[in-house]
C-alpha cells in the first residue's frame, strides 16, 4: 500500500520553499504529512488526513507572516505550544 499524496492547490507553494524542511513540503510540492516512508502504516481515514493537512495550512500561513520560523516537527495536530498563537487569529 502506497502512503497518500497531498498537494495545495490555494497556496500553491513557490518552488523555492519544496524540499525545505521548515516548508513540510516534498520536491514535487506535495506536503510532507510523514517524516519517514515506514512510518506509514495504511491505517489513517481520509479525516486524519484531512486533519494533518489542515494543520500544515495553519503552520504555513503563520511561517508566512513570520510568527513562526519553522513548522512543528510532528504537526500542529498534536502540538499545542502554538495554540496561544493562533487564538483569535485571521487567517
Known amino acids: 500500500m502506497a502512503q ?3 498537494f495545495p492547490l490555494d ?3 513557490p518552488v523555492e520553499r519544496r524540499t525545505v524542511h521548515d ?3 516534498n520536491g ?3 506536503l510532507c504529512l510523514l ?3 515506514d512510518l506509514w502504516n495504511g491505517r489513517e481515514t481520509a479525516a486524519d488526513l484531512v486533519v494533518k493537512a489542515s494543520g500544515w495550512f495553519i503552520e504555513y500561513m503563520l511561517m508566512e ?3 513562526i520560523e519553522a513548522m512543528t516537527e510532528n504537526g500542529i495536530h498534536s502540538n499545542k505550544s502554538l495554540d496561544a498563537l493562533i487564538r483569535g487569529l485571521d487567517l
Open 4 to 6: 497518500p499524496v497531498l
Open 11 to 13: 497556496p500553491e507553494p
Open 23 to 25: 516548508w513540510h513540503l
Open 28 to 30: 514535487d510540492g506535495s
Open 35 to 37: 517524516r519517514t516512508v
Open 65 to 67: 507572516r513570520g510568527l
